[in-house]
């Protein structure tokens, strides 16, 4: 089939799939420097070669808890204005100006002198970065068939897994070799690749000339065209409860993954039953090593488990199941995968930790690609944006408000809280879910 329509939507899925990456790497920087002693004295306002105390790494691990709050505060408010945005003037010039404040404040990430400073440019970042999930999930929406989407989207969505990846291999040793300042300009400058990339690269399915006609008509066949350029009345999707359903899944499940994405770096390295014996900033390859390859196995895992599950959804809907049974069943399943993460907080081994994180989060990844896909089973694509802006907005809410109480458990009671929560949250929300969408019934036009 696809020798026969063509295969140019799937260039516009690896290009979602680059800027995924991008994004999950200029985030995730500082999970990695975390872990450098310079930065923290750098942040603590000490001079330079002033030993660290407990007290200190203590009072640290709070003020990082707090400027994590901050970023996912933006994060919450940037989805719920750049969603509206993007449906308003359309993705390639919506996503354009998120990239603009996303890169232009990543970069700023190496300039900041103190934790102040640190936190107003994680405010910025915030804003600008939720910009790619609304414009990604309408871009899948514009180009993509329905029985095609959950794919499409998985596969985007394993770029946050690589863009981890190669994060944790790479930001170490620069921070070690070159200084942690150079780690957030290095990093950063891949952005300005992508912006270059999407300006050049993206129209809509309707107008791109090096569309077939046959993969033009294909990608459309099941798109609705009715009242397309009809003005959207934002403030109007709040009453329906299928908004409500995807708001709900996103604010009790994307605090977890914003949990292992901030804080499994400082797990492992702190946990002394895993003996991973690093020395200070990471001088060696080895550390690199040491510290990478638990991110490398968990995160090519949850890659599998991003498509895997995308997959999984769709061949149930071209067995002829109905997209509520194929969503939910497999949201079931990687609900069900998480559980036992529980464990992995009373494991004295590093590698039954390491499995265990690694299938909670490839069941998170490919929970996260069918709740957005989700978002166009049930509302009309010009809606798409905003639904997911303004579901984004309340996981960014739950993550900032998670993010807020982890620096103070950690430093009171250890982890187990949160792997706690980890393990049932995603039942809890599938189960409210089905309550708020039983059926996944597309919503009816509204009058504007």
Known sequence: MLKKVGSYRWRICALLFFATTINYVDRNVL????????????????????PLTNAHHAD?????????????FAYALGFLITGWFIDKVGVFKGYSMALLVWVGSALSHGLVNNIKGLGLVRLFLGIGEAGNFPSAIKTVAEWFPKKERSLATGIFNAGANVGIIATAFTVPWIASVYGWRAAFLLTSSLGIILFVLWRITYKSPAEH??????ERSYILQDQ????????????????????????????????????????????????????LNLKPDFQSWQDVLTIGLPFLVIYIVSDLGSVGFGW???FFLKKGWSSNKARKITMLCCALLVVPIFFASQTENLWVA?????????????????????????????AVASVVGIGGMFGALGGMILAALSGILIKHMGYVPLFILAAGNYLLALLLIHILAPALQPVQEWQD
Request: proline content about 3%; some cysteine.
């Open 31 to 50: 999970s990695f420097i975390l872990l450098n002693d310079d930065f923290k004295r750098d942040m603590l306002g000490l001079a330079a070669g002033t």
């Open 60 to 72: 640290f691990k709070e003020w990082m808890g707090y400027v994590d709050s901050a970023f996912k």
């Open 209 to 214: 000339p090096r569309l077939s006609e046959a």
């Open 224 to 275: 609705d065209v009715q009242n397309a350029s009809t003005k959207l009345a934002w403030s109007k999707l709040f009453p329906f409860s299928q908004t409500w359903a995807f708001a709900v899944g996103k604010f009790f499940t994307d605090c977890i993954w914003w949990f292992y994405i901030f804080w499994l770096p400082s797990f492992f390295a702190e946990n002394a039953h895993f003996k």
């Open 312 to 314: 999984l959804s769709s």
């Open 354 to 382: 390491v499995t265990l994180i690694a299938l909670a989060a490839a069941a998170h990844q490919g929970w996260s690609a069918n709740l957005f896909t989700m978002v166009s089973d049930m509302f009309p694509k010009r």
